[in-house]
């Protein structure tokens, strides 16, 4: 037997292994990734990566099964993909082009039916699901690249109180139903909204009722 052979084979069987220890412990991190992602980062990172929003990539993810890159070239479109098609929890479907996340809600453009869209607040609390495109859900997935953004720390309730004090007049999308109002003071965990016709702005004698209504019943705010 050759020396020369021997420690040749075994520096080849000790690379092989150390490779597949080191493939393991990329999957594993990998899967403890996917573990800690909410709906809300998901949400952000197709929002981020479709090139519309602050930090955006290339648009490029990597598909989990087949360890294929999207992108360019890949034959699956990114056009159109910033628009998240949402079902709220009322059964609704709506499509939204988000501009700003906060910690529980996003803020974006409401597609109307025909042509245009409107200002619109959507708490995540309200999505039932969201249906994605294949590229959309490879870029879900992507390691997000980190927030510095003041609005990221911002709940539900702060942004309300913001539309609360300009005496926004707006719509307010419930389990229930829809109400026209503006709002008129901001709790913890729920808002007092003086109820009148849409479009109109907020006069006592115009206003038919008040409504508190819990953040838990908000699916979506058209402005």
Known sequence: MRWDDLFNDLE?????????????????????????LGLRDRLLSVHASSGSG???????????????VSGPGSGLSDRGD????????????????????????FTGDLQREGSGTTPCVVPLAGIASVALTRAQVYRSLAPEEGE???????????LLRDLCRRRTPLALQLVSGTVHGTIDRVGRDHCDLAVHDAG????ESLVTEFRVVPFSELLLVRL
């Open 148 to 158: 510095r953004s003041l609005s990221a720390r911002l709940g539900l309730g702060f």
């Open 200 to 203: 109109g702005i907020r006069r």
């Open 54 to 68: 602050s930090g955006s990539g290339s648009g490029r993810g990597r598909d989990p099964d087949r360890g294929a």
């Open 12 to 36: 080849a069987q000790l690379e092989r292994e150390s490779t597949a220890d080191e493939t393991d412990l990329r999957a594993e991190e990998e899967r403890l990734r996917l573990a800690r």
């Open 82 to 105: 910033d628009v998240l098609r949402l079902t709220l929890r009322d059964g609704s479907l709506v499509a939204v082009t988000p501009s700003t996340f906060g910690r529980d809600w």
